[in-house]
């Protein structure tokens, strides 16, 4: 049967405007197809001259599944939140020695779910890495993006959370790892008109590490119900880049949706967990009760409008999440730290209601056994920083190949037990509990 792509999606993934996706169709450029749900959209076979399409295709995703690790790869992570990016790289096959993390009620989520993990809460600026120099194949981190988050100030390098990344870099020079990876929002790219990333590239190449040319991966093409994007940095200690290639990981071979995300099918084995979630005042219900599936404050009719957006109705722009009821058959837009923050409006396809945590949690690919601690907003604002499990995954297991080919070209004895017992000492001399809840 041919695979779906519908409008939306397509445009999503190529990264174009759905307009100009729309006109491809009037012009007869490719032919137009009709789901069972009557939604426009395309066959992929049709579309096999773009490239990303294409990669769909032809994904190599099951058989990237295959890679294990030729002997046990030891990693680190750094500003850990509650665990995306670390349980992806575990489900890859890396075995944590030691994550760092500030906000206790993320530490408390760690510890949690996984006991045996050396989970040290401190503050990034305080940690000697230093006990670990030589023991450690891959250090990981996503420094905090605020600073150069399109939702943010944009301060960058002079803002304090900028600067996190030199706190990286340093524990880079002191650890000494084969790969390191960072992760971030994709406003990095252009920031101060590319001059953060310049400085950050730079400061790599002071460390003795050659940057592979970094790369936005959208999540929807690697098994996430969800548009979001996000900056990926990998880099290989000089003595070893000239012998090995990384390669990125390929995506999976269709778009997951909503209905992916809450109903047992190729994501789930079963159907979304109840669970706590937040409520809308009356006011806001009786608004979005009113928008139909899949639409915004646009289509309530002009005297809701304007009630409802203020000031805002006369400002111009689309201003698309406010009054945003999600599509059941589309990826959600990407989550932010509150479902139903009024720019930002997450509601339920179906429902009028606020996602809850476990569909937040869904959405961003956690496992249904993965709790999360803390009040119900620190849960939200948890789940909604967190790098997609799904994507961690698919990056952990491009890594994990590059590992591999590290370890033909350079055979190492396993230090496993090494690194675990320099963590531990790290552990206790800042006070933290080891391998505990």
């Not at 890859?92 to 009620?105: K, T």
């Not at 409008?305 to 990407?334: F, H, I, N, V, W």
Request: overall charge positive; glycine content about 8%; hydrophobic content about 35%.
């Amino acid at each position: 049967m041919p695979m779906f792509l519908s409008e939306n999606n397509l445009a999503d993934i190529l990264g174009t405007s759905l307009r100009t996706v729309q006109t491809w169709g009037e012009q007869g450029v490719y032919p137009v197809r009709i789901d069972r749900n009557g939604r426009k959209g395309f066959n992929m076979e049709d579309l096999t001259d773009k490239p990303a399409v294409k990669a769909m295709l032809e994904s190599g995703w099951d058989a990237e599944a295959t890679v294990k690790p030729r002997r046990s790869f030891t990693s680190v992570e750094l500003f850990a939140g509650c665990g995306g990016l670390a349980l992806g790289i575990h489900k890859a096959g890396f075995r944590h020695v030691l994550l760092n993390e500030i906000e206790p009620v993320a530490c408390r989520t760690l510890r949690r779910n996984r006991p045996d993990w050396n989970v040290l809460n401190e503050d990034i600026h305080r940690v000697d890495f230093s006990p670990l120099s030589g023991k450690v194949d891959l250090l990981t981190g996503g420094f905090p993006c605020q600073a150069f988050s399109y939702a943010g100030k944009k301060g960058g390098m002079k803002d304090a959370r900028g600067t996190l990344f030199f706190e990286l870099a340093r524990a880079v020079r002191e650890i000494q790892p084969k790969v390191f990876l960072c992760e971030n929002v994709k406003g990095l790219l252009s920031h101060d008109g590319g001059d953060t990333l310049r400085v950050i590239k730079g400061t790599i190449a002071e460390l003795g590490y050659t940057l592979v040319e970094p790369r936005v991966l959208k999540a929807v093409m690697y098994k996430v119900p969800q548009k979001r994007e996000r900056l990926f940095l990998v880099a290989l200690r000089n003595d070893l880049s000239g012998h090995v290639t990384f390669r990125w990981p390929s995506p999976y071979h269709r778009i997951m949706t909503l209905r992916d995300a809450f109903f047992k099918g190729d994501l789930f084995s079963c159907d979304v967990p109840s669970s706590e979630g937040q409520a809308y005042p009356e006011r806001k219900r009786r608004v979005l009760e009113l928008v139909p599936e899949g639409q915004d404050w646009r289509s309530l009719p002009e005297k809701e409008q304007k009630a409802y957006m203020g000031a805002s109705y006369y400002l111009g722009g689309g201003k698309t999440g406010m009054a945003r009821r999600l599509a059941m058959d589309e990826p959600s837009l990407t989550l932010t730290c509150s479902p139903a923050q009024k720019q930002t409006e997450r509601c339920h396809p179906t429902e009028t209601r606020p996602l809850t945590v476990r569909e937040y949690a869904r959405i961003q690919t956690f496992p249904d056994d993965w709790s999360f601690c803390g009040s119900l907003s620190a849960q939200y604002r948890q789940i909604g920083n967190a790098v997609p499990v799904n994507l961690a995954y698919a990056m952990g297991r491009s890594i994990m190949r590059l590992m591999n080919d590290i370890d033909v070209f350079r055979p190492e004895k396993s230090s496993c037990a090494e690194a675990e017992e320099a963590a531990g000492r790290m552990l206790a001399m800042a006070g933290n509990e080891t391998g505990k809840f």
